[in-house]
């Protein structure tokens, strides 16, 4: 089983300031095609997850162009440009390489 | 617009069934895969099942294997996750979500609203 980590598990943001959040992979997540198996997700206070990053750096239909993400092999990074408050929620990263697939345990972001 | 609603959790005890049902509506069910995903009061995600459009190819979390059935009705345009011997580690809320499939897997695109499943004595 592919072991997923993120960090940090908390994160207090200022509005309008940058923010990051990692997520490390105990094996590679390359495809021989060239894509990384790797989502984000944010789940924000009592709603379902959504979609926000797929295949490690393409973002989802409609999400804000502050959202972006990168990496490769087994490091990977989601970053907010400037943070807003409805950005508030839980973070997860998700590896869909080989099952089962995993989840990170979640980055919580918050407003300072 | 593309909406998933889930039906089916309970309060069940531990080693009774339960069925959980989706109901999609909105795009071409019949051409996506289709996934459950729960999550445990409090704590993070857990993906639990997977099946392909024409359900000959399905995937299972470990812990549920041999014990929980995921299924489809294309005609119906639903979703179904059949659950056996439930144990209080099966307690969370379920959710249905739509598998994108852009340039390979492409990350759950839409998810349900989420159906609670509790399992105590």
């Known amino acids: 089983e592919i072991v997923m980590t993120q960090s940090p598990l908390s994160l207090p943001v200022t509005p309008g300031e940058p923010a990051s959040i990692s997520c490390r992979s105990s094996?590679?997540?390359?495809?021989?095609?060239?894509?990384?198996?790797l989502d984000w997700y944010l789940q924000k206070p009592g709603q379902s997850p959504q979609l926000l990053i797929y295949?490690?750096?393409y973002r989802a239909s409609g999400v804000p162009d502050r959202f972006s993400g990168s990496g490769s092999g087994t490091d990977y990074t989601l970053e907010i440009s400037r943070v807003e408050a409805e950005d508030v929620g839980v973070y997860f990263c998700?590896?869909?390489?080989?099952?089962?697939?995993?989840f990170g345990q979640g980055t919580k972001v918050e407003i300072k | 617009e593309v909406q998933l609603v889930e039906s089916g959790g309970n309060l069940v005890q531990p080693g009774g069934s339960l069925r959980l049902s989706c109901a999609a509506s909105g795009f071409t069910f019949s051409a996506y895969w289709m996934s459950w995903v729960r999550q445990a009061p409090g704590k993070g995600l857990e993906w639990v099942a997977n099946?392909?459009?024409?359900?000959?190819?399905?995937y299972y979390v470990n812990s549920v294997k041999g014990r929980f059935t995921i299924s489809r009705d294309n005609a119906k345009n639903s979703l179904y996750l059949q659950m056996t011997s439930l144990r209080a580690e099966d307690t969370a809320v379920y959710y249905c979500?739509?598998?994108?499939w852009g340039l390979g897997v492409s990350g759950f695109d839409y998810w349900g609203q989420g159906s609670l499943v509790t399992v105590s004595s």
């Open positions: 998700m590896q869909s390489l080989q099952t089962p697939w995993t």
């Open positions: 295949l490690g750096s």
């Open positions: 099946l392909r459009q024409d359900a000959n190819e399905k």
């Open positions: 979500a739509r598998l994108h």
């Open positions: 094996q590679s997540l390359r495809r021989p095609e060239g894509y990384n198996s």
